[in-house]
């Protein structure tokens, strides 16, 4: 089931005016965005990709040594600190911040939006199948 269709524009709103984040985006496992929102301009289309391909990238590693795959993972580099966050089976999650910001809090700040996700977003109704006539 996918029920990450319809992301409000303004799910990242409470993060504006927090200070510490620098980067929010929630994405489809493929990179498709889904919501964003940076504190500077951001080349969305790169960013995107590059997240998706990073997560699958750690997987695809773990699994080559029968680690079990990750639900989150907290990554320091460049002097940020990145925490990427599975939703459901094919969403993303990631917030960038810097480095000084602890990762207990982007994890508190990944809580919250999951929380407010989960309000948000309506699982898809059941379908309908019509079966033709049956031929015996």
């Known amino acids: 089931m996918d029920s990450l269709r319809a992301v409000p524009a303004d ?15 929630l994405l489809k496992r493929n990179g498709r965005m889904l919501a964003a929102w940076a504190r500077a301009p951001v080349a969305w289309e790169v960013v995107s990709i590059m997240a998706a ?7 695809t590693m773990l699994e080559t040594i029968h680690a079990p795959s990750p639900e989150s993972m907290a ?3 460049g002097g940020n600190r990145i925490l990427v966050q ?11 911040a810097k480095e000084a910001v602890t990762e207990s809090y982007l994890r508190d700040t990944s809580r919250r939006l999951l929380v407010k996700l989960a ?8 379908r309908r199948v019509t079966l033709g006539p049956s031929f015996h």
């Open 119 to 126: 309000s948000v977003i309506r699982p898809e109704p059941p």
């Open 11 to 25: 799910f990242f709103a409470e993060l504006v005016s927090n200070g510490k984040i620098e980067l929010a985006m």
């Open 86 to 96: 599975k939703v459901e089976p094919q969403g993303i999650l990631v917030l960038v």
């Open 75 to 77: 990554i320091v580099a």
């Open 53 to 59: 391909t990073t997560l699958g990238s750690l997987e």
